[in-house]
Each structure stands twice: as structure tokens, then as C-alpha cells.
């Protein structure tokens, strides 16, 4: 499975922005997917993860309630839409995948994406 992340870009405090990351392959729907960040300095950090069916989903903490995993295993795709956004959310947004089981640390996934730009101004 490769993996390939799509809509990052400049947006003001407040606004919203929806991230793709669109899977090759036909094994999609046996993957867990999640969605990792890492901002200049920083660490790759954990966002959010979604099961097989999408029917779960876990966040971090500074994302929830604001931030929503969703996937379309028709469309070999999942999705991060991300609303009310913050200067600190600004990073690289990564989409990973696994298989067996929801994963929540970075050293869990073995298939990575190339990652999208996200900056929010002030």
C-alpha cells in the first residue's frame, strides 16, 4: 500500500481545511489508519485514528471536538477534517496505516505518507 496525502495549505485562525490521503492497492479496507503531525522541532505526534469500518475513532486531546477522521474504503481514502483551526495546529500532516489493530504511537505504523503542509496564521 502506498499512500499519498492531499490538501494542505494556508489557512486563517478559525477556518477549516479537509485533508485527503488516497491509498494505492486493493487492501485499503484491511488497513487501520491514522493521522500523525510535526511541527518544526517538534516530534511526530499522534492526531487521530479510525478502524477498519470507520465506525471508530480515537483523538488526541488537543484535537478533539475540532478534528474528524472519516474514510471511504470505495475510494481507498481517509479523511481529516479539521475545523476551527490554531496557529498551534501548523505542521506537516502525516496518514499512516496498519494492519491487526488502531495504533496511537508512530513506531506502531509501518506505512507512511509523504506528509502535507498545513500552516495556520494569526
Known amino acids: 500500500v502506498q499512500l499519498v496525502e492531499s490538501g494542505g495549505g494556508l489557512v486563517q485562525a478559525g477556518g477549516s481545511l479537509r485533508l485527503s490521503c488516497v491509498a494505492s492497492?486493493?487492501?485499503?479496507?484491511?488497513?487501520?489508519m491514522g493521522w500523525f503531525r510535526q511541527a518544526p522541532g517538534k516530534e511526530r505526534e499522534f492526531v487521530g485514528t479510525?478502524?477498519?469500518?470507520?465506525?471508530?475513532?480515537y483523538y488526541a486531546d488537543s484535537v478533539k471536538g475540532r478534528f474528524t477522521i472519516s474514510r471511504d474504503n470505495a475510494k481507498n481514502t481517509v479523511y481529516l477534517q479539521m475545523n476551527s483551526l490554531k496557529p498551534e495546529d501548523t505542521a506537516i500532516y502525516y496518514c499512516a496505516a496498519r494492519p491487526f489493530d488502531l495504533g496511537f504511537k508512530t513506531r506502531e505504523y509501518d506505512l507512511w505518507g509523504q506528509g502535507t503542509q498545513v500552516t495556520v496564521s494569526s
Open positions: 492497492g486493493r487492501t485499503f479496507s484491511s488497513y487501520y
Open positions: 479510525i478502524n477498519l469500518s470507520g465506525s471508530t475513532t
